[in-house]
């Protein structure tokens, strides 16, 4: 299993410079073989007839649909469905959990939109918004990182050639970095300021040193919730076009969903299913990341979803996303318990060191604000898997094998 993992790595994901290939075959479902000790009627009993319908689905090889989706969030059965879940990770992956030696970096809070629920972005009138300058951003960064993730502020000033030319002078000075950079909030806004098409920003960006992009900017695929929370920010079709572009163009993409608020289980499902078509259509989605609301200072909700829910988020988004490899526990916002957790119930990566996060911070994460190697490999240890070690295109660094010596073993 683990070399059926690395092969796809390898041959499917990328080529020596990046050169993503988003072929329908790299993402498709792999197909369930009933393999004797699933859980269901062969393996582990399941205490509720809709996880034992979905276990028998999973067996024959059939898509779970909207009803299934919806039957697991609503199960008690917890353990069960984090075992129907991590089956299903391991066969893609085997014991094995991603992460990467990676920074934030939040090139300006300065934001145009006025999302309810954010506490990260200021007003352009607000005094206490911040600007890196293109130095600052290098001063953040080192060799020895293997990705670094931009998100910013829509700012007021800033023209698309700055937002050009930050990528263009990290690709200059750290060649072997991979840039993880926009949400498609951000690319729609470039194409807006500069009156240019999405396929010209994102192909200049292409040109400047772009790799990837990540899945920020997605929250719930409802109307009823843009209407409350972030009205003046793209909605879902603009969300998918946006990433079916750059599949089409081979920058590989993530995404997310904004969850614990406001949004009912019945969008969290529609959701996902939105995302496996748009997989279907124009595959590039490399990972999902579910991102457990930080109730900050929004006023929105008085407390986060909880463990259980994060757990049951996390199992349902693996089980119902077939044809998107990776499932991350995003550990800036889960926590690192219940992100290690999550490791067993479907996600098969941690993300990484991250070391400046703003966004979940502004709005009173608990927790700090980077992890260092050691622990992350500890934490994916703890929960019984092995870790590796990618860049964000997911090639290997590096296999930390088990016992084997000076690869990092801390107690957790
Ligand atoms: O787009 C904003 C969300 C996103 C809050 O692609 C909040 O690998 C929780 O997208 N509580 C940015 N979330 C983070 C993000 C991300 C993170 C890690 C990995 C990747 C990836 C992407 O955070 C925003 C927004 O959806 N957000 N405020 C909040 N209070």
Redesign the pocket.
């Given at each position: 299993m683990a070399n059926q993992k690395t092969d796809r790595a390898d041959d499917g994901v990328h080529s020596a410079s990046t050169g993503f290939q988003a072929t329908p075959t790299n993402f498709r479902a792999i197909p369930a073989v009933a393999t004797p000790g699933r859980p269901g009627r062969a393996g582990i009993p399941l205490a509720d007839p809709a996880l034992d319908r979905i276990a028998r689905k999973l067996d024959r090889g059939d898509r779970l649909d909207f009803a299934d989706g919806v039957a697991a969030f609503h199960t008690n059965d917890l353990a069960g469905l984090g075992s129907l879940a991590d089956r299903e990770k391991s066969r893609r992956f085997g014991d094995e959990v991603y992460f990467v030696l990676n920074r934030?970096i939040n090139p300006t809070n300065a934001c145009v939109l006025d999302?309810r629920?954010?506490?990260?972005a200021k007003r352009p009138s607000d005094v206490t918004h911040y600007a890196l300058t293109i130095d600052e951003i290098l001063g953040r960064l080192s060799p020895e990182l293997r990705e670094v993730?931009i998100?910013s502020g829509l700012h007021h000033e800033w023209r698309f050639a700055h937002y050009v030319e930050i990528i263009r002078q990290i690709r200059r000075a750290f060649p072997d970095i991979t840039i993880?950079a926009w949400?498609a909030?951000e690319i729609d806004f470039f194409a807006k300021i500069e009156k240019i098409s999405v396929e010209e920003v994102l192909s200049t960006m292409q040109d400047a040193g772009l790799d990837s992009?990540?899945?920020?900017?997605?929250?719930v695929f409802s109307e009823r919730v843009r209407q409350e929370l972030f009205r003046h920010k793209i909605g879902a079709d603009r969300w998918l076009a946006i990433h079916g572009i750059a599949h089409r163009m081979g920058i590989p993409?993530?995404?997310?969903l904004?969850y614990?608020?406001i949004e009912t289980i019945e969008e969290r499902v529609t959701h996902l299913l939105r995302l496996r078509e748009a997989e279907e259509t124009a595959p590039g989605f490399?990972?999902f990341?579910p991102?457990?609301?930080?109730?900050?200072h929004?006023g929105i909700v008085e407390r986060p979803a909880g463990a259980v829910d994060d757990l049951k988020t996390l199992a349902v988004s693996r089980l119902l996303l077939d044809n998107i490899p990776h499932i991350?526990a995003?550990w800036?916002?889960l926590g690192e318990e219940t992100a290690s957790l999550g490791l067993n119930f479907g996600a098969d990566d941690m993300?990484g060191t991250?070391q400046e996060?703003k966004?979940?911070h502004?709005?009173?994460?608990a927790g700090p604000l980077g992890i260092a190697r050691e622990r992350l490999v500890a934490l994916i240890r703890g929960a019984g898997k092995v870790p590796v070690e990618r860049d964000?295109l997911y090639r290997i660094i590096r296999r930390y094998e088990r016992d084997a010596p000076g690869n990092g073993m801390v107690r957790p």
């Open positions: 934030q999302c629920f954010c506490d990260y993730h998100v993880k949400t909030v992009m990540p899945g920020g900017g997605a929250e993409t993530n995404a997310t904004l614990g608020h490399l990972a990341i991102l457990a609301f930080q109730v900050g929004s991350k995003y800036v916002m993300d991250v996060e966004i979940a502004a709005a009173l994460a964000a």
